[in-house]
């Protein structure tokens, strides 16, 4: 359990913590290890706990969850052209293949 009163916390970052936890589980992270990172994000996202008073609680910023975006065209564009052509016929035919008449 990290440390600290979890009661700061609202009801919704400690639901965010607990998918992220899970999330982390499946990825094959031990439990431990899990849950100090579903904490971190929570923080890092919502300033830490925002159980504090009416009109007290600040914005979520969810900067976490648009890191990832960001790395995926990262490692797109050090592709090879080539590749990056070839899946985009792929991915072209598979669409012309599925769409609805």
């Given at each position: ?10 009801d919704k970052q400690k639901r965010k ?50 890191k990832g975006g960001r790395l995926g ?29």
């Amino acid at each position: 359990m990290p440390r600290g009163d979890m009661d700061k916390y609202t009801d919704k970052q400690k639901r965010k913590a607990e998918h992220i936890e899970e999330s982390y589980k499946e990825s094959g992270v031990s439990t431990d290890e899990a849950e100090r990172r579903a904490w971190a994000t929570v923080n890092k996202d919502s300033g830490g706990g925002n159980k504090s008073g009416s009109g007290r609680g600040k914005p979520d910023t969810n900067v976490s969850a648009k890191k990832g975006g960001r790395l995926g065209g990262e490692a797109a564009a050090r592709r090879p052209a080539a590749a990056r052509s070839a899946s985009a016929k792929k991915a072209a035919a598979t669409r012309k293949r599925n769409e609805v008449h």
